[in-house]
């Protein structure tokens, strides 16, 4: 915990760019130290800029709704964003500046060592799934390192367009299932080391 609550430190004081200058708040997230899911957004809108809290407007309450279809509070789960600072106006975040807040997302995902992320919205998609379509892939997995990656629409998406509101819903529905299906694939026993090679015995 120490080593987050230094990260935390450093982001709350942090002038690497010049979102620095215009937010309230730093947001560095929350959640447990080694909370089994990490959830990654895009970056602070005007609700968390004041609170220094990431996801408490109106898309953080369709996320705590969304938690509590699978059983969850946000208190089970680290939340966290690409982007630490707000941007002005809600304007999307220059590539400077997700370069430059990108390190803190690394450190992040090191200290929390989280066996599922849910990335939400493009941005923090593309940190793993470059190039691709959201509209395509959402819902799907993909495992790297040990951490099962998902990429799902951002609530606020949900908010403001209807449409996506029953496949995000559908989305994390699908949560448990794949957090069953690491259960069982941890709990199964490793394979067997191959046999040695027969000696060969000339008595
Ligand atoms: S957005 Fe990131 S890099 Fe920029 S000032 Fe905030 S914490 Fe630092």
Known sequence: MEELE????????????RLASTRKLAVPGEGPEHARIMLIGEAPGYHEDQQGRPFVGA???????????IGLTRRDVFICNVIKCR???????????LELCRPYLIR?????????????????????????????????????????YIPMFHPAAALHQPRYRSLIEADFDRVPDILQELDRRNASPPPPEPAPPEQLSFF
């Not at 941007?87 to 500046?97: G, K, L, S, T, Y």
């Open 6 to 17: 230094r990260l935390n430190r450093e982001v709350r004081s942090c002038r690497l760019c």
């Open 59 to 69: 898309a953080g309450q369709f996320l705590e709704s969304l938690l509590a279809r």
């Open 87 to 97: 941007p002005p106006e809600n304007r999307a975040p220059m590539p400077d500046e």
């Open 108 to 148: 992040q995902l090191g200290l929390v060592k989280p066996e599922v992320v849910i990335t939400l919205g493009r941005y923090s998609m593309e940190l793993v799934f470059k190039g691709s379509s959201i509209s395509k892939i959402h819902g799907t997995t993909r495992t790297i390192d040990g951490v099962t």
